[in-house]
């Protein structure tokens, strides 16, 4: 099995975009391409979840190839909710790693805001099993991790303000983000007074509806940030079926299957991008990844653990809640921030980051990746 690493990323700004889905991911992938120094690529990858209700626009992998001369290379498109694009990048990861092909293209792209919200919050809905009794209620996402956060303060004691804490803490990341959705300075007392979505999370708790593209290219070889292990794993998506409500199986198995792969464990990773969807997620993402015991991510939040100078900075691209959260470019977006923290330009720059980890949810758990990259030469 080959070594892998990523040599080049692009990247457009998130949030309410004229550009049209085949402009904006074009964009990020030449970025890309160019950055990696124009490199023969062999196949490409993108991850979208739902171009065609919302951009009324499929065969995105032939567009790409199309559009940038790549000729009659192999192009797919994998969906997995919001974790489309980590499943992209894992495909390819592993392919390139098994000698398949030497350099993959692999991008990430939603358009969403060209759309009415009641039509765009029925085209994310279609993450869930709708087929089912919770379907049929009219369980939301907001919904669903509403119940968690509530369920979460009953068994451990978390207050309210915790949640703003991770909004708080992730909107003040953005700000130094240039291509962040949200960059406007906020307090915790407006997070916690802002308008109420589902009880307890309010509007700085939830994700946004945004627009973007990324992208990476990936090339057997050390020439770049190497990726040392990817790990994926599925979970059920309705909540009836859940053994632990609190406890997301998903991430916690994607998590084990990397660190194995990686022979390294959660105290050895300096930087992390995961999913912060909804304030919550964040919460229980940081346990499931075992960098805090169960029922004690809250804590860590309000010690100041998940930022610079604490345990390990978490989202410092300001995550979803603030960065922006273009579905099918959440997972390849969380790879660019992680790649510019190993090569030492990222916003929000960690000192001496030489280990980064990302992780890319689907649904309410029904997918999670866990990715985890090197500085070249560690």
Known sequence: MSTVSVIGRGITTFGRKDESIKSMVVKACREAIVEAGKPKIDAVFVGNFSSGPLASQEILGSIITNELGLGSIPAVKT??????????????YQLVKAGEYDTVLVAGVEKM????????????????????????????????????????????????????????????????????????????????????????????????????????VIQKGDDGVRIVSSGQASGTPLMQEVDELLHISATNEAARRAYEAA?????????????????????????????????????????????????????????????GHPIGATGIAQIVQI?????????????????????NLGGTGAYSLVHIFSKKGV
Request: proline share 4%.
């Open 79 to 92: 969906e997995g909710a919001c974790a489309s694009g980590g499943i992209a990048f894992r495909q390819a």
């Open 339 to 359: 790649v510019d923290q190993l090569n030492g330009r990222a916003c929000n720059q960690v000192d001496g980051a030489r280990t980064g980890l990302a992780q």
């Open 113 to 216: 805001t060209a759309m009415d919200t009641e039509t765009v919050t029925k085209a994310i809905n279609y993450a869930m099993d709708s087929e089912s009794n919770e379907g049929a209620s009219g369980l939301t996402f907001p919904g669903f991790f509403g119940v968690l956060a509530h369920r979460y303060m009953y068994e451990y004691g978390m207050e309210r303000k915790h949640l703003a804490m991770v909004a708080l803490k992730n909107r003040n990341y953005a700000i130094a983000n240039p291509i962040a959705q949200f960059k406007k300075e906020t307090t915790l007392e407006e997070i916690m007074n802002a308008k109420p979505i589902t009880d307890p999370l309010g509007l700085f708790d939830c994700s946004p509806i945004s627009d973007g593209a990324a992208a990476v």
């Open 263 to 323: 022979g390294l464990g959660p105290d050895d990773i300096d930087v992390v991008e995961l999913h912060d969807c909804f304030s919550m997620t964040e919460i229980i993402a940081i346990e499931e990844l075992g960098f805090f015991e169960k029922g004690k991510g809250w804590e860590a939040l309000e010690q100041g653990l998940t930022e610079h100078g604490g345990k390990v900075p978490v989202n410092t691209s300001g995550g979803l809640l603030s960065k």
